[in-house]
């Protein structure tokens, strides 16, 4: 049996697993188990099991994790992600869709200090789906916005999803998130204009609100120092070289939870909720990350990674066209999976792939702008139908709204993302430039 054949039937036992409701973290983990016993034997598998969880779960690099969702909790807990929707709301709620755009632009500012799609996804239908219903906007509009604005949680820096990537992909991480920020402007850019167009071809969508004065303006911008605070001594002291990005999100850390507690929005009730849930969610991505290392051993002694490039390049296809083919297949997973345990099923097979193709960039560019395009694409299965997790999550919090009228609402903001990934594939220059002038 070739590397392939034994790839394909694992992968195939994987998607079983799934479909019987199996765990992604354990699905890996009875395949990785299976094949590598197969292939090399019960010793060598005892001995690889020993060293490959205490080199995953002592990795320094990895601590970053459980550090920025700890921090993404207790921002939620300090009520950052209200003081940003006021301030945008201030500013544009006035217009026709001003309020849809508010909400998109306060979903970038706390993703800026969440790191993950699902909660700035939940924590901003509590905030801002009530003020939207309550001013006449539709309920595809509604909860639309809100679905999408949650994507950019997974890519605007400091994304949890990155982290993860860079581990994988042995990237710099502070390289990785220079390159997340145009696509992630570029994302919110987009929105917005998905937003007009929907509100001039249907007004009655997104009625225009209320004018306020400039002083009303001022104080809701001076609310969000907060915020600002916190993206700047957390992406700001990285990139200043104060600190590395684990001491970062120790200090962001630290910084939302005074913030929290001096607002007196933090009980030492919610204290313990608060660590017992960044544990839970801690424990999860660490055991999908054990799963994955024991997948990826499999793969590389079937040799699956090499013998899938040498018949790709045998297929003469252009190396554009095997990464467009890639990012259908992440967009075929989001219809099953969660974006976290989509990069860690494909990275060790793809990334090997696309680093023997030839794109005229050198090996560590290659490794940085495909990364951007696969959480690019990711964020796009968030929302995309059947399963689409963010718009389950805002269906979750806005009951009177049908799930098919959510989807009709997340479709210009799909379009918008399908040209997005289109020009981050076509002009890797937009994903790289910036890491070519930072660093």
């Not at 045998?314 to 345990?341: E, F, H």
């Amino acid at each position: 049996m070739t590397g392939l054949e034994i790839g394909g039937l694992a992968f195939l036992a994987m998607l079983g697993l799934f479909a019987l409701r199996v765990p992604i973290a354990v699905a890996m983990l009875l395949v990785g188990i299976a094949g590598y016993w197969m292939l090399v034997g019960w010793t060598s598998l005892g001995a690889h099991l020993k060293g490959v969880t205490y080199y995953r779960f002592a990795s320094y690099d990895l601590s970053v994790v459980p550090l920025f969702i700890l921090m993404g909790s207790f921002a939620t807990k300090g009520g950052l992600s209200r003081a940003l929707f006021a301030a945008f709301n201030d500013f544009l709620g006035h217009r026709r869709g001003g309020l849809a755009v508010a909400a998109v632009g306060a979903c970038a500012g706390f993703g800026a200090i969440c790191g993950s799609s699902l909660a700035t996804a939940s924590t901003m239908a509590q905030v801002a789906l009530p003020e939207m219903r309550a001013r006449g906007y539709s309920g595809a509009l509604a909860t639309g916005t809100l679905a999408a604005g949650g994507s950019l949680g997974i890519l605007i820096p400091p994304s949890v999803v990155l982290v993860v990537y860079a581990i994988m992909a042995e990237q710099n991480l502070i390289k990785l998130f220079t390159a997340a920020f145009i696509p992630g402007a570029l994302a919110a850019l987009g929105y917005v204009i998905a937003i007009s167009v929907f509100v001039r071809l249907k007004p009655e969508a997104g009625p225009a609100g209320p004018r306020v004065g400039w002083a009303q303006r001022w104080r809701g911008l001076a609310g969000t120092w907060q915020a600002v605070l916190l993206f700047f001594l957390v992406i700001g002291g990285i990139y200043l070289g104060w600190f590395t990005a684990t001491e970062a999100a120790s200090v962001g850390v630290i910084a939302t939870a005074l913030l929290a507690l001096a607002q007196r929005r933090l009980a030492w009730r919610d204290l313990v909720e608060v660590m017992g849930d960044a544990a839970v969610a801690t424990s999860m991505i660490f055991l999908i990350l054990l799963g994955a290392d024991l997948f990826k051993s499999l793969l590389a002694f079937a040799h699956v990674p090499d013998e899938l490039a040498r018949a790709i390049l045998d297929l003469g296809l252009s190396p554009l066209l095997v990464v467009a083919l890639m990012l259908l297949i992440y967009l075929a997973l989001g219809c099953i999976m969660d974006s976290l345990s989509m990069i860690l099923l494909t990275v060790p097979i793809f990334l090997p792939v696309v680093l023997t193709l030839d794109f005229g960039l050198t090996t560590e560019q290659t490794a940085i702008w495909f990364g951007i395009l696969a959480l690019t694409t990711v964020e796009m299965g968030l929302i995309t139908p059947p399963v689409g997790l963010n718009a389950f999550i805002i269906n979750q919090a806005a009951r009177d709204v049908p799930l098919a009228e959510t989807f009709k609402g997340i479709v210009p903001f799909l379009m918008s993302d399908v040209t997005r990934v289109a020009l981050l594939l076509l002009f890797p220059g937009l994903t790289l430039w910036l890491v070519s002038v930072v660093h």
